[in-house]
Structure formats: C-alpha cells, structure tokens
C-alpha cells in the first residue's frame, strides 16, 4: 500500500516539552458539511476490497475509509503534517514519544445519530488489533501497547516502543473510527455497508458502483463543494478512457493506461474530447528487490552490476511515457531525508566498464543468467514492460542474460514471501508521508519484502533513533545515512517514482487538492459546473 506539514498550533516537528503538545485547528469552522452544487460522478479501475476499515489495505478501500470515516487526526490539502478531525487536540505528553493523549470534540456524532465518543476510538483500535486481518491495517500498529479512556472526550494512546510518527498512522485510514454499536468486536463487518462519521455516507455499494451522499452531521474541517459523489467500477483501462471521452464520468481516477494519459497530455483542444489532465504530486514507488540467500543475486558483486547498468531515464520515457521519474534512492522526492544514494554511487547513464568490474569481483567472467520475476496485476500495467526493459539493458552490455517470469498476484506474493524469487518487483504505495514509511517495513524485523537483508547499522541504531524524534526534519542526517547504506550494500534499487493523474470532464475543478503524497483523495474538494 495501500493506502499526508502545516496548519497546527504546534506542530509535530516542533520538539516536546513535559508539557502536552496539542494539535489544534487554525480558524476552522466546525459546521458541518452542507454540501452544494452538482453530484460528481468519477470512475477507476481499482476495486474496493472491503468496507470495513479492520481489513482494506489497498487503494481502492482507503479512498472509501478517508471519505466515509473520520479519524482523529487528517492530513490537511496540500500538506503532510495531521491536523484535528475528530479531535480538538493531540500530542505526545513524554520526552520518549511513547504516550499519546488526544481530547476530543464536542458534538461528535454518526451518521446514523450515535454520539462518537473516546468509547469508539478505543474500540476501533482494539477491534482491528483483535482481529488481525491478513489483509488488514493492524500491522501498523504494532507498536501500540493499550489505549485507555480515562473520560468520554479523552483518548490515551500508550506505546511499547517510542514511535514519533503514530500521529501519521492515525491520521490515515487505518485511524478510521467506527461505530461499536454497528460492528462485531471479534469478525469483520461483510454486509457491503458502512457507519461512520466522514464527510460523506456511504448510500449504496456493489460491484458496479458506490454511491456516497454527504453527511450534514459531518462536524470537521472540510468544505464540500458537490452535492455527492458516485464512484463507477472498470474492468480495463480502456473502458474507462471510453467513458470520460463519451462523458459518462466526470473524473476518471486510477486505472487510465500510460499510453492514453501521455497521448492525451499532449493532445490538441480538439483531440482530447472535452477532457483535461490533471497531475499532482506521488510517492508511489517501484524497487527492484534481491534476496541475499540466492545463489545469483545474493553476491554484491551481481548486485552493483545491475546498479551499474541501470538506465531508469529510457525506462520512464519508454516505457511510462513519462508518467512516473527516475528513482535514485528508496526515499522519494518530497520526504523528508530524500537523498540520490544511487545517482551518487552509480550514476545515471550504464557504466559498462565498472559493472564487469563488479562481476569480476563476484567471481563472474561469462554471462551471468538472471531471472527477474514480476507480476502483471498488483503494480499497474507497466510492470511486465518495465522489467522486459531491465533485461533487455542487462543484456544489450553482453554481461547478462536475463529474462523474465511472471505470476499472477496471489502466486507471486507467496513466491516472494517463501523466497523462491532471486529479483523480484515490489511496489510501494505509502500509508502516510513520512521516511520511516518507506523504510522501516523494508529493512525492519518484519520485512515486506522477505529478502534475507539485515543491517544492524540500519535496526540498531538509525531507525530506533529516528523513532523517538517528533521533529521530523531532525531525522535528515539518519536517514541519508541509512539511503547510502543501502546504495552500499543493494539490497534493492530503486527505479522510479511516480506521479497521479486524474482525467476530467472541462469545467470540473478541485482535482489539484485530491492528489498529493498523503495519498488521499478527498470527494469534497471536486466540483464540476451547475447544468442549464
């Protein structure tokens, strides 16, 4: 994933004092969410796995989570710093970073009239925690001991381990709060429907379709600027290009091919059929990934080789069409710490000369055979096409011979989780926009990518100490010095990054709002024109 610094009193990355650090709000008025002007209607290839926040871990069921749900804390339109949502202030009252104590609104209720009070906090977070869902957020709170409520407006958060960015992780879907009068605390919620306390309601929901109507007891910081919203379900790309051309959806989100957004970007007024491209900010990210207990990739010589070879700029223009970036380090550009450990090491153009180099130091003078291993539906269309571009690089400097092997998504990622791949592709799409996000589950105990690497410079001693830092910015140093020790050692290369696109219908507005690295999409900043 799955499934985001300004606007606060006192913000994250201010330093703590013995003192409670509180997040409040700037001049936001709490009126609730009246709701104006037209209904949109946007469409998107990606599928919404669940309707219950304690299991969807994907883009599809976060869009629904961060617009149906409140959470604590959000991520303010064009920011990456949590503001209060449902609460009127948090903040850590300990130098460790390990208690984290929020007061609540007043006012707060659901959108079926049931007070929200620090009762449903504490019994959303348990509950995801209690079941565990292998396709669930609960992972990103394993550093969370217990929560207490010592009254109905406060929320104790208490940590096993120091954590300086759980602020972030409650901001995203994964705080999503839900009602513990309308879900089970021990199973998942499968009726399709949804109780929350978001900017919207959740009116209808199957396979085709999800129909949100705006929640006028909504009581937070947005403005909603449509009448509500109707999300349409795609198959394929093309189906989707068709109905934004024909007018059927008004946005299109997710799921538009490379080819038809580039050919579209640069089309002329005519030949864009009343659309326009919208493209925003991305932290979404692809590594090409080595486990160390192969007989191939796990030699470091094999390693800087492909380093060496690598030639990221033909790719995204090839490939993309420039729809995502060269990638030089595992930290992307726009967070905090983002370096080019790669670009430094390797450079940007193949170093033929150096790669042999490498091999000879691997114990390699002939060609080196090399599977690289992909899937052709969990990391967008271009996934395939990409690593056929990477082996085709390794082999035009006559010292590879690489092909590539596919699976589908299911096989893939038990393949990769049991270790059978030597080179594989891992996207990454962050769950909130900070550095520990983009490395703590790749080079943590639990590693996502299951490759066998361990850095005891990285585990035991740069991210405990960038843990307990709530000033962010503070953490620069650590985590360039953990994106070189990674350029060292390979244990995976970063390729690209990319960007978001949206498509729209002329006259619909707001888009420029709903895509930025925090990664959510907000309904209630898109508006299009009133019709005659």
Avoid at 239 to 268: H, Q, T
Avoid at 411 to 433: R, S, T
């Amino acid at each position: 994933m799955r499934k985001r610094d300004q606007w606060l009193a006192a913000p994250i990355g201010a330093g703590l004092t013995t003192a409670l650090l509180a997040v409040a709000g700037c001049g936001t008025d709490d009126s609730g969410a009246a709701g104006n002007g037209e209904a949109v209607v946007m469409g998107m290839t990606d599928k919404v796995v669940s309707t219950d926040p304690a299991s969807g871990y994907e883009p599809g069921s976060w869009l629904l989570f961060n617009n149906v749900f409140q959470s604590l804390l959000s991520f303010p339109k064009g920011g990456t710093t949590p503001e209060p949502e449902a609460a009127e202030r948090c903040g850590f009252t300990d130098r460790e970073s390990k208690v984290y104590r929020c007061t609540m609104k007043d006012g707060l209720t659901f959108s079926n009239g049931d007070k929200l009070t620090a009762k449903d906090v504490k019994y959303s977070f348990d509950r995801t925690r209690r079941i565990k869902d292998e396709d669930g957020p609960a992972v990103m709170f394993s550093a969370l001991d217990k929560v207490e409520t010592p009254d109905s407006k406060t929320v104790v958060f208490r940590l096993k381990t120091p954590d300086a960015t759980f602020p972030m992780k409650i901001a995203s879907g994964a705080g999503s709060i839900v009602n513990h009068a309308e879900y089970p605390a021990d199973r998942l919620r499968t009726d399709g429907k949804a109780v929350g306390s978001g900017v919207y309601t959740l009116k209808d929901y199957n396979s085709q379709k999800a129909v949100f109507a705006v929640n006028g007891s909504y009581k937070g910081p947005a403005k909603v600027k449509n009448s509500g919203m109707t999300v349409k379900f795609f198959n394929a790309p093309g189906a989707l290009k068709n109905a934004v051309e024909k007018g059927d959806v008004d946005v299109a989100y997710r799921g538009l091919a490379m080819k038809d957004i580039a050919a579209l970007d640069n089309a002329s007024l005519k030949q864009q059929h009343g659309t326009q491209v919208v493209e925003g900010a991305s932290a979404e990210v692809m590594h090409l990934v080595f486990n160390l207990k192969d007989p191939v990739a796990g030699k470091l010589g094999v390693r800087k080789a492909i380093a060496y070879l690598l030639d990221r700029s033909t790719l995204v223009r090839d490939v993309y069409q420039r729809t995502a970036v060269p990638l030089y380090s595992i930290v992307p550009a726009g967070i905090t710490g983002h370096s080019t450990s790669f670009f430094n090491t390797y450079g940007d153009r193949p170093k033929p000369d150096k790669a042999k180099d490498a091999l000879r130091s691997a114990g390699y003078n002939g060609k080196v055979p090399l599977t690289l291993w992909a899937t052709p539906g969990r990391y967008g269309p271009g996934t395939v096409p990409a690593f056929e571009e990477i082996a085709q690089q390794l082999n035009a400097s006559g010292l590879f011979n690489a092909k590539v092997r596919t699976l589908p998504t299911k096989e893939y990622e038990q393949g990769m989780a049991d270790g059978k791949f030597g080179a594989y592709v891992k996207g990454w799409i962050p769950d909130y926009p900070d550095p520990d996000n983009f490395t703590a589950p790749f080079f943590g105990k639990e590693s996502v990518v299951a490759n066998n690497y361990s850095s005891p410079a990285i585990t035991g001693r740069l991210l405990p100490k960038t843990a307990d830092q709530p000033n962010r910015g503070a953490t620069k140093d650590q985590f360039r010095e953990l994106q070189d020790i990674v350029a060292e050692d390979v244990p995976m290369i970063p390729i690209w990054q990319g960007k978001q696109y949206a498509v729209a219908r002329d006259g619909v507005s707001g888009l420029e709002w709903t895509l930025d690295p925090s990664t959510v999409f907000r309904f209630w900043e898109i508006s299009k024109p009133t019709e005659a």
